[in-house]
């Protein structure tokens, strides 16, 4: 599809067709496609798997630069919302570690999975317990550090 398609896409009624203009800017690397994913972060889960959708790939593959706007979204009122979050802030730190979407470096999880163990964050604990954890990943990014 052509930019200009994929841009009138974002304004379908369908969230699958919106999901995936999303997903196809970001593979692209369009200007307009972190906010294309951010504003389909719930559109269109998989059947198999409601935890990803389109835009959490989209995301992933922007990478560092999502996460910034990915952090507010770890404190939404959704559930839903906080674990696509999670799931986008998830593979873009193992990418951080490593992780080349298939293997990772030897160590490479075990670093990882000790640095998510510390950030602390669930999408499904109490709201006190969240927000303990978005301080603690939201330090991590301001400083450079993922």
């Not at 059947?47 to 990803?52: E, G, S, T, V």
């Not at 995301?59 to 770890?74: D, N, Q, S």
């Not at 802030?89 to 298939?102: A, C, K, Q």
């Amino acid at each position: 599809m052509d930019e200009r398609t994929l841009l009138d896409a974002l304004d379908s009624a369908d969230e699958t067709v919106r999901a995936n203009a999303a997903l196809a800017l970001a593979r692209s690397g369009h200007p307009r496609a972190l906010d294309a994913c951010v504003a389909t972060l719930d559109d269109a889960p998989s059947p198999a798997h409601a935890d990803f959708t389109p835009a959490v790939f989209g995301l992933i593959e922007i990478g560092r630069p999502a996460l910034p706007r990915l952090v507010p979204k770890l404190r939404d009122e959704s559930t839903m919302t906080r674990l696509h979050a999670q799931r986008a802030v998830e593979g873009i730190t193992r990418r951080r570690f490593g992780f080349d979407g298939l293997n990772w470096p030897a160590g490479g999880y075990a670093r990882w999975a000790d640095w998510w163990t510390g950030i602390g964050y669930q999408y499904d604990v109490p709201a006190q317990q969240r927000e303990l954890a978005v301080a603690r990943l939201s330090a991590e990014v301001e400083n450079g550090r993922v």
